[in-house]
């Protein structure tokens, strides 16, 4: 790895305690909240440290340091652009964050390290030293600020805006439980949460926070492979909070994501690396409960939909009433966010018109490109669309077992169902497809 450049990342909540930035360190200032005085420092977290406030608990110290790592690497990942690395994709980031208990970490180092190495393709070093930014005072709930309504929860949800995570929040509802929905809030993703919270039935309550990063010069990353990594740490914000209220004594995080998607086996043998992301699978979300475990974060991380392709469920969502009248609201396209529409050419809009093919919804978000028989003639399109193809052509031949091992670990105890899922997921696109003329 000698040859790969090192970027050098230094963080801080002080601007004063922040080196001059240069070709190969990047001063960031975590939170923001002391205001910007340079020119040259980088910054992330502005308003999260009044969302926060909001829980209206105390947050401990383990999860306030969790939060502070979150939010780096975002930093890290947002800021440091891939096509300056060596191979045009590996970054070797080095990171020195101050924390309030950085012993407790250093132990955790390794873990932390290989889970983001797995999570997005990168080498990453980590430096923790005292002096983090300590748990804020809450609100009060005679203050003049509105507290996040935590009374009564028994759960969080991600909530993100997709096909995926309405579902997750309708079959909560469904089941009586009362979810704190958490939403990393980005402009565009924000409206779309919005619409679909007002046309859910039972009671739940929101947190929605934004990780808001802004660089001091040049352009951002935009693959964001750690995003679910800070999805976690504001999950567990939310939880925490659960907990201190409610008293139970662990906390379920629902992580709803369909399983062919969660484990993102790569559909053609030039795909495994910059095609093939890992926000959900398996490896990574166990990864991260050990880490829980071990640091002292009393949650559970759950995808309840490990085990089912994404039109299984749509067909088995609790409430399709509900569903098909908040779909269009629901965003699945990886390019939706250059003209606010999807595309309907890319994998996951693939995979989403199928689910909702097989699951019997005619509703759906208007996509830019609608006719799939039409994109099959335009070469610089149907990139996605021909992988789909030959990996549905190959589904019979290739070992499954083989080919879903290639996207990363997997627990034997398990393993027949992973390779069910993923073949049931190619099954129900090619449905899909042969209802399109495309096969």
Not at 114 to 142: M, Q, R, T, V
Request: glycine share 6%; aromatic share 8%; with cysteine.
């Amino acid at each position: 790895m000698g040859g790969i450049r090192m970027t050098q990342l230094i963080f801080h909540h002080e601007h004063h305690h922040l080196p001059l930035a240069n070709d190969n360190l990047l001063p960031v200032q975590l939170y923001g909240l002391s205001g910007q005085k340079r020119g040259d420092i980088s910054i992330i977290g502005n308003s999260v440290i009044d969302k926060i406030r909001r829980l209206g608990v105390q947050i401990p110290v383990q999860i306030m340091d969790f939060l502070s790592i979150a939010l780096a690497v975002t930093a890290a990942d947002t800021f440091v652009q891939r096509e300056n690395s060596e191979d045009g994709w590996t970054r070797q980031l080095s990171l020195r964050l101050p924390l309030n208990e950085p012993s407790r970490w250093i132990s955790l180092k390794k873990e932390l390290e290989s889970a983001l190495h797995f999570l997005s393709g990168d080498i990453w070093n980590f430096e923790f030293c005292n002096g983090g930014y300590a748990p804020p005072e809450p609100y009060s709930k005679h203050s003049r600020f509105d507290l996040i309504k935590i009374k009564g929860i028994d759960c969080v949800s991600l909530f993100s805006g997709g096909l995926d995570s309405a579902i997750g929040a309708i079959d909560l509802l469904a089941k009586g439980r009362t979810p704190l929905l958490v939403s990393h809030a980005y402009k565009g993703d924000k409206s779309r949460q919005d619409q679909i919270a007002k046309k859910l039935n039972g009671h739940y309550s929101r947190f929605e926070i934004n990780a808001d990063p802004h660089i001091y010069q040049g352009i951002t990353d935009i693959t964001m492979r750690t995003r679910s990594l800070n999805f976690l740490a504001f999950a567990v914000l939310g939880a925490c909070a659960v907990q201190e209220v409610s008293q139970q004594e662990k906390i379920d995080i629902f992580v709803p994501e369909n399983g062919f998607i969660s484990l993102n086996a790569p559909l053609t043998s030039r795909r495994i690396g910059s095609l093939s992301t890992r926000t959900t699978h398996p490896h990574f979300i166990a990864s991260m409960q050990n880490i829980f475990d071990l640091i002292g974060i009393p949650c559970q991380i759950t995808n309840p939909y490990q085990f089912k392709t994404k039109g299984q469920m749509v067909s088995q969502c609790l409430n399709k009433k509900l569903l098909s009248e908040v779909v269009e609201s629901t965003v699945s396209c990886s390019h939706w966010k250059r003209k606010n529409q999807q595309c309907g050419v890319c994998v996951p809009c693939i995979i989403r018109r199928a689910s909702l093919y097989v699951g019997g919804i005619n509703k759906d978000a208007d996509y830019t490109f609608q006719p799939l028989i039409k994109v099959m003639n335009e070469i610089d399109r149907r990139d996605d669309l021909s992988a789909l193809r030959i990996a549905i052509a190959q589904k019979s031949i290739l070992n499954i077992g083989t080919w879903i091992a290639k996207s990363g670990p997997l627990p034997t105890t398990t393993f027949e169902n992973f390779k069910q899922v993923f073949k049931e997921g190619l099954d129900e696109v090619e449905s899909y497809l042969i209802s399109e003329n495309i096969i």
